[in-house]
């Protein structure tokens, strides 16, 4: 079949939306639980990404800066860095992760996140 760069392009947005968008919501004090749950789903994105070349890319990425799941901070942080390793590569603008903060809003209120927070 042939590559389709649309389609590609479009599941990378939704996947960076709900990428960022999870790190955004993850607890600012996760528990130990937490953190192994957000490296498994991390570990687990790697793999089973659908464009291969991309998750063979990233696996790569993931094994020269290992996530970083000790806050959301940091855990935000660190998938910014990962996001602009990306963009570098596909000679993309480089974003600000300074002002990742307020960026990725899930439009789910005040409800709980998964950690009660
Ligand atoms: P995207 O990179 O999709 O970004 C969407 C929006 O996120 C931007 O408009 C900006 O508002 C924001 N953003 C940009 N940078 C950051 C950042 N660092 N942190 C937070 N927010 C940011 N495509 C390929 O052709 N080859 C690949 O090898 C490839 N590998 C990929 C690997 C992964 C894990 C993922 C999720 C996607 C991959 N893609 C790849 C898709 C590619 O990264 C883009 O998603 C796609 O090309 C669409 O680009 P875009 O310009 O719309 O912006």
Redesign the pocket.
Known sequence: KLENATA??EL??A??RL??TMMARFPEKPTEEDSLALKTYIQLFARL?P?G??AS??QKLIKKFPPQIGSRNSAAGW??HV??Q??ER?E?PI?D?NK?GDFYDCGCGDDKNAAGE
């Open positions: 590609k392009a990378g947005r996947s960076w990428f960022h990404y464009c070349d991309c890319h990233f998938a910014c996001h602009n990306v963009n596909l993309k974003f992760c990742i």
